[in-house]
């Protein structure tokens, strides 16, 4: 790695631009992402086009439909990544902000305050809204950001840029606050998360191959952003209307998102009525139902599931289904097959939600809603960059306070240690 390499130059630049943003207050942030919010939609034409192109090669590769829907953007959509800029506008700004602080017996006063982890890179997959999320989040938290999409998304990610960096310099503000990596290699991944001094924090965002090459072969910091096999257990005490509606919703609404409820638990003490009637709601749905030897005849629809199905994040109109025994069966399968997502019950019994929120491990528990809930807009934090299953620093969905660290302010009056 030399410092000729194009992501070199740019991490370069990017580490000069940090020291400007970091200084940023408030009500500048704020009106760079108004600003960009705008002009996202004013340049809807354009990135449309950029979008389209995008797709047209992608289609014409085999792309999945699962890819392709990350892949299209929509005036709707458009709409909906420039509406969450203006969300983050409107949130606090956790720069600043006192976390704790004490006055020492000698008079020393400590304060440890949030601060701006500088330069953070972002590899990703498919999905340019994550471009437009990972810049807003960014420049709220004092932050710029270097950004590594993917080839299939290359024109859509270049015209978003261009828009962002557009802004950016029309408040006087480098357009190295925001910039596109090269993509036409891993070569610049690989260059990405080993730029120790230059790179403060690395998050990977897509599907299980690229998370692991990340995490594994990075030198940088990184936030482990996990796949998502999210799990729905419905217990016997669960109203099953209302345990029906949570399923379909999970795995219906949007099928190509990391929150899409992938497996469903049903509790082998439902009687067989309900067991159909949840199996015979997915097939209504058009879902392609994969389950064990206990649920595999409720439904001449229904496949027999493999032992990889268990594991699995179809990011389809696919869903495993599994009978466990009670709660107890539902947390031990969970332990055993989750990827520390997301996962929900579905039970009217308190003592058995206590316990399953108590036990199970992941990220998120949900109890009684649809697995769709874990995203950080849905929680208050603005457009997330991505939802960590690790268990260090940030876990759930990466919101502003997520992405500064802290420094220690120690003011004294001549105080010297004895």
């Known amino acids: 790695m030399t410092a000729e390499t194009p992501t070199i130059e740019l991490a370069l630049a990017a580490r000069e631009a940090a020291t400007t943003i970091a200084q940023l207050r408030s009500p500048a942030k704020n009106e760079v992402l108004l600003a960009a919010a705008t002009a996202l939609e004013e340049r809807t034409a354009e990135i449309m086009a950029a979008n389209e192109r995008d797709l047209e090669r992608e289609r014409a590769a085999g792309t999945s439909e699962a890819l392709l829907d990350r892949l299209a953007l929509s005036a709707e959509r458009i709409t909906g990544i420039a509406d969450g800029l203006r969300l983050v506008a409107g949130l606090a700004d956790p720069v600043g902000e006192i976390i704790r602080g004490h006055t020492l017996p000698n008079g020393l006063v400590l304060s440890q305050v949030r601060v701006p982890l500088g330069v953070i890179g972002m590899v990703y997959e498919a999905r340019p809204n994550v471009t437009v999320d990972a810049f807003g989040l960014c420049l709220k938290s004092g932050n710029v950001a270097l950004l590594r999409g993917s080839k299939s998304a290359v024109e859509s990610n270049t015209a978003l840029v261009a828009i962002l960096q557009d802004v950016l310099a029309e408040h006087s503000l480098p357009r190295a606050a925001a910039q596109l990596l090269p993509c036409d290699s891993r070569e610049s991944v690989t260059e990405l998360i080993t730029a120790r001094g230059l790179v403060d924090l690395v998050i990977p965002r897509g599907g299980a191959g690229l998370i692991n090459a990340v995490v594994t072969g990075a ?81 001449d629809a229904v496949v027999a599931a493999t032992a990889e199905d268990l594991d699995t994040e179809y990011l389809s109109m696919d869903i495993t289904a599994v009978e466990v025994q009670g709660v107890a069966g539902a947390i031990e399968h969970i332990a055993a097959h989750s990827s520390g997502h997301t996962e929900a019950i579905a039970a009217t019994d308190s003592s058995v939600l206590e316990r399953f929120g108590r036990e199970v491990d992941s990220a998120a528990v949900i109890l009684n809603a649809s697995t769709a809930f874990t995203d950080g807009e849905q929680f208050g934090f603005g457009a997330e960059i991505g939802i960590s299953t690790q268990k260090l620093h940030a876990r759930g969905p990466v919101g502003l306070p997520e992405l500064t660290s802290t420094k220690w302010i120690v003011r004294g009056e001549g105080h010297t240690r004895p």
């Open 219 to 299: 030198t940088v910091p990184t936030i482990e952003t996990g796949t998502g096999n999210c799990h729905l257990y419905i217990d016997g005490s669960a109203d099953l209307e209302q345990a029906i509606a949570l399923l379909i919703n999970g795995k219906t609404r949007r099928v190509s998102v990391c929150n899409a409820t992938e497996t469903v638990l049903i509790d082998a003490a439902l009687p067989t009525p309900s067991r159909r009637a949840i199996i015979d709601a997915l097939v209504a749905a058009g879902v392609t139902v994969h389950a064990d030897e206990k649920l595999v005849d409720l439904n």
